[in-house]
Nanobody
């Protein structure tokens, strides 16, 4: 059973950089088939897909964050991370990491494995 757990700061000040880590167990992030993905859900809104890193280490980002996001990984600890620079209150959301089947990317939770999510609030 694959499990994912998000960790990181829950409160970030405007203009600061958010850093979140996803710890994966029960599966390797070097598995080439899946997309190791970050998604967020702002209050009262739908899911927003931020981007992903593949098993080979290549990354793809949605235009959602206008180049402010960066995804990396540490294969020795089986973790992947999200950094978002220049945070604003509009970035307040629950942030999720997930292992996503490529055909499901952008389509919601469809049998893939998701973390429980972590609340990130941007406020001074």
């Amino acid at each position: 059973q694959v499990q994912l757990q998000e960790s990181g700061a829950g409160l970030v000040k405007p203009s600061q950089t958010l850093s979140l880590t996803c710890t994966v167990s029960g599966g390797s992030i070097t598995t080439t088939y899946y997309l190791w993905t970050w998604i967020r859900q702002p209050p009262g809104k739908g899911l927003e897909w931020i981007g992903y890193i593949t098993g080979s280490g290549s990354t793809t980002y949605s235009p959602l964050l206008s180049g402010r996001s960066s995804i990396s990984r540490d294969t020795s600890t089986n973790q992947f991370t999200l950094q978002v620079t220049s945070m604003t209150p509009e970035d307040t959301a629950v942030y999720y990491c997930a292992r996503v089947t490529p055909s499901n990317y952008g389509l919601g939770r469809r049998g893939d494995y998701w973390g429980q999510g972590t609340q990130v609030t941007v406020s001074s």
